[in-house]
């Protein structure tokens, strides 16, 4: 089973989540996968809770037709914040930024095993490749956010292609 963290808060890790799941799902091989999003901090987990997507970030991805089906609903989503015990249990956590990268290894611990990486590491478009996912949080642009996005899980689904793992 190939397991995935992506990391962030409640825009792009969660935008993240969704849209590979969708991917997945529409190729029919979401049995091989577990996909989930995970915060580097507590700024949006109040008293053990988490938020919920960020509505605009929600408003984005069904524009695109995520989350109409089971697997792709994100109605309950909460936001949580990504443990020491996620490095040992997902094969890959993928970050939205280097800031994501720091933060992640500081509660992991080293990156001993290659797990942590920039989603658009594996972008399509090698033009993107270890940059950062527009963060609409400060721009309001969901739909750049959605680009990337969509660029990174492209090319990391081609990248599992090619290396035999889907």
Same mark, same amino acid.
């Given at each position: 089973?190939t397991?995935?963290?992506?990391?962030?808060k409640?825009? +792009?890790?969660?935008?993240?989540?969704?849209?590979?799941?969708?991917?997945?799902?529409?190729r029919g091989?979401q049995?091989?996968?577990? &996909? *989930?999003s *995970?915060a580097?901090?507590?700024?949006? &987990?109040?008293?053990g +809770?988490?938020?919920?997507?960020?509505?605009?970030?929600?408003?984005?991805?069904?524009?695109?037709? &995520?989350?109409a089906? *089971?697997?792709?609903?994100?109605?309950?989503?909460?936001?949580?914040?990504v443990?020491?015990?996620?490095y040992?249990?997902?094969d890959?956590?993928?970050?939205?930024?280097?800031n994501?990268?720091?933060? %992640?290894?500081?509660?992991?611990?080293?990156?001993?095993?290659?797990?942590?990486?920039?989603?658009l590491?594996? *972008?399509?478009d090698?033009?993107?490749?270890?940059?950062?996912?527009?963060?609409?949080?400060?721009?309001?642009?969901?739909?750049? %956010?959605?680009?990337?996005?969509?660029?990174?899980?492209?090319?990391?689904?081609? %990248?599992?292609?090619?290396?035999?793992?889907?």
């Amino acid at each position: 089973m190939t397991l995935y963290r992506l990391i962030g808060k409640v825009c +792009r890790s969660p935008m993240s989540e969704f849209i590979l799941k969708d991917m997945v799902e529409k190729r029919g091989i979401q049995s091989q996968f577990e &996909i *989930a999003s *995970a915060a580097t901090s507590t700024e949006e &987990i109040w008293n053990g +809770r988490g938020n919920p997507i960020y509505p605009p970030a929600q408003a984005e991805l069904r524009r695109h037709g &995520i989350g109409a089906t *089971a697997y792709t609903n994100f109605a309950s989503k909460r936001a949580r914040q990504v443990t020491r015990e996620d490095y040992e249990y997902y094969d890959y956590l993928l970050c939205a930024d280097t800031n994501n990268i720091r933060n %992640t290894i500081r509660i992991t611990g080293a990156d001993t095993e290659n797990k942590i990486r920039l989603l658009l590491d594996y *972008a399509e478009d090698e033009r993107f490749r270890g940059k950062s996912i527009a963060d609409p949080w400060y721009s309001g642009n969901f739909e750049d %956010t959605y680009r990337d996005v969509v660029n990174g899980c492209m090319g990391l689904l081609k %990248t599992l292609e090619s290396e035999g793992k889907i």
